[in-house]
């Protein structure tokens, strides 16, 4: 059984770096059949596809193009998690920020990220 | 990015009725391999998503069997065939078919 858990700060300054951490239990961040997603929900945005890391004898990254250029996901193997950097964060990143895997059945718990001084 | 329409945004339901969401895309979810990549998903309140239905018409473990997916091409409906008090909340629909993936807006069901 595949679990998801996130772990990081929920407020952020502006202009700031937002940092999300997901740690996989029950699955390896380096399969090489599996992927692993950022996904963030506002009522402006909706549920909104961030980007995702997977590893197929290299590891690979795809981003949004609304937040390409500030985003940076990046796998730890030691520590079985993948993990979420935002830079240069607005109060519009104001979100509830999962992660998930590739199929979008099994989902992180949320972070609300609020982004204010 | 293929835009996911969902309709209504509120849907007033009877317990032990019937209900259907529709959710149209702008583009044919039709794969080249002859699969559509249409899934759903339910979130109760401060919950995270929970998919229900997946490839348009397959029930996730653990759904129960009055939840159903259908449609082809741009237009599916997730239907619900005795609403029960649990199934309160908002749903979403998702395509997996083009990238980016993307979701609809919801639409929230309340007794």
């Known amino acids: 059984q595949v679990q998801l858990q996130q772990s990081g700060p929920g407020l952020v300054k502006p202009s700031q770096t937002l940092s999300l951490a997901c740690d996989i239990s029950?699955?390896?961040?380096?399969?090489?059949?599996?992927?692993w997603n950022w996904i963030r929900q506002s009522p402006s945005r909706g549920l909104e596809w961030l980007g995702r890391?997977?590893?197929?004898?290299?590891?690979?990254?795809d981003y949004a193009v609304s937040v390409k250029g500030r985003i940076m996901i990046n796998a730890d193997t030691s520590k079985n998690q993948f993990s979420l950097q935002l830079n240069s964060v607005t109060p519009e990143d104001t979100a509830v920020y999962y992660c998930?895997?590739?199929?979008?059945?099994?989902w992180g718990q949320g972070t609300m990220v609020t982004v204010s001084s | 990015d293929v835009v996911m329409t969902q309709s209504p945004l509120s849907l007033p339901v009877t317990l032990g009725r019937p209900a259907s969401i529709s959710c149209m895309s702008s583009?044919?979810?039709?794969?080249?391999?002859?699969?559509?990549?249409l899934n759903w998903f339910q979130q109760r309140p401060g919950q995270s998503p929970r998919r229900l239905i997946y490839?348009?018409?397959n029930r996730d473990s653990g759904v129960p069997d009055r939840f159903s997916g259908s449609g082809s091409g741009t237009d599916f409906t997730l239907r619900i065939n005795r609403v029960e008090a649990e199934d309160v909340g908002v749903y979403y629909c998702?395509?997996?078919?083009?990238?980016?993936?993307?979701f609809g807006g919801g639409t929230k069901v309340e007794i």
């Open positions: 890391t997977y590893y197929r004898s290299r590891w690979n990254t």
């Open positions: 583009q044919s979810l039709v794969f080249s391999d002859g699969n559509t990549y």
């Open positions: 029950g699955d390896s961040v380096s399969s090489n059949s599996a992927a």
């Open positions: 998930g895997n590739d199929g979008f059945d099994i």
């Open positions: 998702m395509q997996g078919t083009h990238w980016p993936p993307t």
């Open positions: 490839m348009l018409s």
